[in-house]
């Protein structure tokens, strides 16, 4: 109990020299929490944003090869991924789950819209496509098996207002302008129909009719006339003049890609599409913060070897105090073991305190620290917002893709930053008593005594 | 009966080709004043400090009831069965002389570790008054220093008590209350008292004298 007494009494009878030890520890804990804390939390969301990246796969059209084919011929038109190739790659054992899309670019000529509508049909080819008689889009229906996984609803960027989201597939959200524009509330009807007057079997189309059930606001009003729906009369030939059925694949491991690839061209995919992870988007999130995190890193450990280093020097400096005072203890018959727990007592004393108000300290810098790099890092990558998000519905035909722009990352304290912390704040105590402890466990009382005297 | 027995001791200091102790055998016994005396260098302190058990010897033993010291716990015979009075005072300078005190007798486990009284009447006896007893160490003169260094030799009531010129920093007659003290200690209370001195005042009231010269100890009377 003395041990305790006599530490505690030392602390405030050796003021200045333990004043710059609660300095030098202060300064330590506080940035190493600041450190900890950013690339704890940035580790999480890459490894979260890894996770998912490196799982979702995207199949795209090879444009490249899709133009040199069509410039050699221009009959030629891309094999399409037919719902029984996207059905035969979904059984794949590789996948741990398949979200399903389809699209279809309408009109419907019986509702309002900002533009007069153009009613008449126009001849058009796109490259690699067939020459089609359509009419001009007004409005682009976009169907899922579950809507409120679209990319528009999943980013924010849409939100639902009124109602549901669709559960039939006669049902759909519409936009609030749309809404406007024709007096629509929820459970009145309309019909819309595909661009093309037949399939690609020569059938005529039918005209869809819409119950809605739900209204969506968008910050982006030039997608004001974009309906979401169930995907089912979508890849319907009754309805759709090319009824594709979109699928977005999630690996159960990353490494099952090239083994995917395999499966998925041995379904009959053809060779001008490519099966790949999201390379772009991995570059695009996760550099930037792993970038944050490895700074972090290389922070904490300027900050623990620098503080180390002083630590060691204010120990090497104090030394010669601090053996006049072992020689005197041992001189009166403290143990060894006694007098280097006393000096650990004391060092974790002044921690207990500097450990509590670093914590403090450092919680409430590392959030402001952490909105400052990340804003730097966006600015320095040239992206915002709302590029991150472009990237991610140019990949899967707008339905979701799980990831969306890290705008914000919240610092936050965790129980493991915590022991973290703990674990450096035990280094730095045994670090500050190192000297005077070597010295308290090697020498005989009278040769230190000798020395100082 | 001895009750610290010095067999054949020699003790050289590291790197030193010099030996600062040669062969040196002497007996103390309980009740009696002992007095060394010699030159600086004869090797009075450094035989001091084997008997405090502050250092060790490179040949020979020193017995304490016949129990090898440097075999034994010498944490714990400096705590419990020896006081010494260093000639440097050796106090903790930023604690107050209560406090030197105070924690000295709680490394030896004194049954008056907490007894504010008693360790303010022994400083009392060595003339630290009551103020002076709660200021800094650092602040104090060194005959006043001195004095605490004498009260904490005493605190925790040792058998033996080492002490190397005592009355070096005092007055004549605070010196003379000091040594009063120690062959009271040694004489009414059966402690043995070993001093290393010049003074020749303090040799009157020894019980034997011994002399050192260049490592050897001769009987002096």
């Known amino acids: 109990m003395y041990i305790v007494k006599n530490a505690f009494r030392n602390i405030f009878q050796n003021a200045g020299r333990n004043i710059m030890i609660a300095v030098i520890f202060l300064l330590v ?9 950013i690339r704890d939390n940035t580790d999480e969301i890459a490894k979260e944003y ?27 038109t891309t094999p399409p991924i037919t719902n029984e190739i996207v059905k035969k790659m979904a059984a794949s054992p590789y996948l741990k789950k398949v979200e399903y899309a389809a699209s279809m670019e309408a009109i419907a000529d019986e509702i309002t819209f900002k533009e007069p509508i153009e009613k008449r049909y126009t001849e058009m080819q796109r490259v690699g496509e067939l020459l089609e008689r359509a009419r001009v889009p007004y409005m682009q229906i976009s169907g899922f098996d579950n809507v409120s996984n679209a990319l528009a609803f999943q980013s924010r960027e849409a939100q639902l207002r009124e109602g549901r989201f669709p ?8 936009s609030d302008e749309l809404a406007k524009l024709n007096h629509f509330k929820i459970g009145d009807t309309f019909q819309a129909k595909d661009i093309h007057d037949q399939n690609l079997e020569g059938t005529v189309l039918k005209p869809m009719t819409f119950r809605i059930s739900g209204i969506y606001h968008r910050e982006n009003d030039e997608t004001y006339s974009e309906i979401f729906t169930k995907t089912d009369r979508l890849i319907n030939s009754e309805y759709a003049y090319n009824p594709i059925l979109q699928g977005t694949f999630f690996l159960s491991n990353p490494k099952d890609l090239d083994a995917f690839k395999k499966a998925a061209y041995k379904a009959g995919l053809s060779n001008y599409y490519s099966v790949k992870t999201d390379d772009i988007a991995y570059n695009a999130f996760i550099k930037p913060i ?22 060691l020097l204010l120990s090497m400096l104090a030394v010669r105090e601090r053996k006049y005072e072992i020689g005197v203890l041992r001189a009166m018959g403290m143990k060894k073991r006694n007098i280097v727990l ?43 917002g709302s590029l991150s998000q472009n990237i991610g519905s140019s990949f899967s035909g707008g339905l979701a893709t799980d990831h969306t722009a890290i705008t914000h990352i919240d610092a936050v304290l965790q129980i493991s930053s915590i022991l973290q912390l703990g674990g450096i704040a035990l280094f730095l105590v045994l670090l500050a008593s190192i000297m005077s402890s070597y010295y308290a466990m090697k020498f005989e009382p009278m040769r230190i005594l000798r020395e100082r005297n | ?40 260098g004869s090797g009075k302190t450094t035989l001091l400090s084997l008997l ?27 705590a419990h069965k020896i006081g010494v009075i260093f000639q440097g005072y050796n106090l903790l300078l930023n604690k107050s002389a209560y406090e030197n005190i105070e924690l000295s007798m709680a490394i030896s486990k004194s049954k008056h570790t907490h007894d504010r009284q008693y360790i303010l009447q022994l400083l009392q006896s060595v003339g630290i008054d009551e103020k002076t007893a709660f200021r800094k160490v650092l602040k104090l003169s060194g005959g006043e220093q001195q004095r605490i260094g004498i009260a904490r030799a005493l605190s925790h009531d040792p058998n033996i008590l080492l002490a190397d010129e005592p009355s070096g920093n005092l007055d004549q007659e605070t010196e003379a209350e000091i040594i009063k003290i120690l062959v009271d200690l040694a004489h009414n209370q059966n402690k043995c008292v070993i001093i290393v001195t010049h003074s020749k005042k303090v040799t009157k009231y020894a019980d034997e004298i011994w002399g050192m010269s260049s490592g050897n100890l001769v009987y002096a009377g």
């Open chain 1, 290 to 311: 792993e970038q944050m995190s490895t700074v972090a890193a290389v922070f904490l450990g300027v900050v623990l070897v620098l503080g180390a280093t002083i630590l």
């Open chain 1, 50 to 76: 890894k996770d998912q990246l490196s799982t979702q796969v995207y199949i795209e059209p090879d444009y490249k090869k899709i133009a040199n084919q069509f410039n050699e011929n221009e009959d030629f």
């Open chain 1, 29 to 37: 804990i506080t940035m190493s929490c600041v450190a900890i804390v």
């Open chain 1, 342 to 384: 006393q000096m650990l007592l004391e060092s974790a004393m002044i921690m207990v305190v500097c450990l509590a108000i670093g914590l403090i300290i450092g919680s409430l810098l590392a959030q402001p620290i952490t909105d400052m790099m990340l804003a730097d890092k966006l600015a320095s990558q040239g992206m915002g």
């Open chain 2, 1 to 40: 009966m001895s009750l610290l027995s010095v067999k054949n001791v020699s003790y050289r200091y590291e790197n030193t080709k010099r030996r600062a102790l040669k062969n040196i055998n002497i007996d103390f016994e309980a009740g009696k004043v002992y007095c060394i005396i010699g030159k600086s």
């Open chain 1, 167 to 174: 559960k039939a597939a006669d049902e759909a959200v519409i």
């Open chain 2, 52 to 78: 405090s058990g502050l250092d060790v010897s490179s040949e020979g033993s020193i017995l304490y009831e016949n129990n090898d010291l440097g075999k034994a716990d010498r944490d714990d015979y400096r």
